[in-house]
Every structure is written in structure tokens, then in C-alpha cells.
């Protein structure tokens, strides 16, 4: 896939906010990242003046809700296309 127009392209990482214990016990961690979510860089369009915050491959944070997010229909794999102002 490839963005254009200054855009970056995250695949969404789904992580478990649960938390087990030595125990066995499966304790709901709801505040591990409040207000975030983990993606993986797959994509970013190039600007020639500028060098993009992160680099295809690494893993980032993001806002919940920032972009626009889209499944692709080939792997169901949820993906997010976000500006490299936001």
C-alpha cells in the first residue's frame, strides 16, 4: 500500500489490557494507555523538506480516533491512515 499527501499509513496492534497474576487471577488493566492505541508503521509519504517522526517498521502510540481507520477486506486486519500533523 501506498499513502500520498503527507499521510501515514499505521496497522493497528490489538493488545490485552488484562493483567495476570501468579496466581492465575485476570485483573483488567484499564488505564495502561488511556486514550491511546499501539500501531506498527507500514507506510509514510515522503515529503522532501521534511524527515518523517518515525520510520516503516516501528511501533508508535497513537490518539483513539485520530485518521481514518479501514479493514482490509484481503487479511481483516484493521489499518489507519493518519496526517504527520495530527
Known amino acids: 500500500m501506498r499513502v500520498v499527501n503527507e499521510k501515514i ?5 490489538k493488545e490485552s489490557n ?14 495502561m494507555y488511556e486514550g491511546l492505541e499501539k500501531a506498527k508503521v507500514i ?13 516503516v ?12 481507520e479501514f479493514t482490509n477486506p ?3 486486519e484493521k489499518y489507519r491512515v493518519i496526517s504527520l500533523n495530527e
Open 9 to 13: 499509513l499505521v496497522k493497528i496492534i
Open 43 to 55: 507506510a509514510i509519504d515522503k515529503v522532501a523538506d521534511k524527515e518523517p517522526p518515525v520510520k
Open 74 to 76: 484481503s487479511d481483516g
Open 18 to 31: 488484562n493483567v495476570k497474576t501468579a496466581s492465575g487471577l485476570v485483573v483488567p488493566n484499564t488505564g
Open 57 to 68: 517498521g516501528e511501533e508508535c502510540l497513537i490518539y483513539l480516533g485520530c485518521g481514518k
